[in-house]
């Protein structure tokens, strides 16, 4: 029993590694720009079972509530997407993506969580950055 419980541990170990491995490197870069973020990204396909999925990455970080309120237009909502975005040209080849999902999530006390998130093309991303004037569209 102990030999299946270690033997288990290790292919979940084994499965973790390979499944996280690819955005470990983006996750970090997240944290350090965004402290305490608890930054969560994944790649790949939907395993809805339905084909023709867009290939998407997502990427998700916690806003702590006395930093702004994620559902409302702000400048400080579109600066935190920006830097997302910019991090993730920087650490991951998004030509490997159809999607780019960025997704904001906001726990308050004894409150619903506050959700918002915006799914483009990496080219409807680079040309919003170019727009904006963003030091990262090189």
Known sequence: MVAFAVSLMV???????????????????INKEFPDCGPRVIG???RSGSHGEPSTLRVLIYVKASDF???EDSPRRLQ?????????KQYQDLSQYEILEIRL????PEQKWR?????KSPAEWQAELASAGSPGNH
């Not at 973790?16 to 970090?28: C, D, I, K, Y």
């Not at 999530?105 to 308050?108: A, D, R």
């Open 11 to 29: 292919v979940m170990a084994g499965y973790w590694e390979l499944h996280t491995r690819p955005f470990r490197a983006l996750q970090v870069a």
């Open 44 to 46: 790949g396909r939907h």
């Open 69 to 71: 309120n994620p559902e």
């Open 80 to 88: 935190v997407v920006h830097r997302l975005v910019e991090l993730s």
């Open 105 to 108: 999530m906001q726990q308050l």
């Open 115 to 119: 959700r918002w998130d915006v799914a």
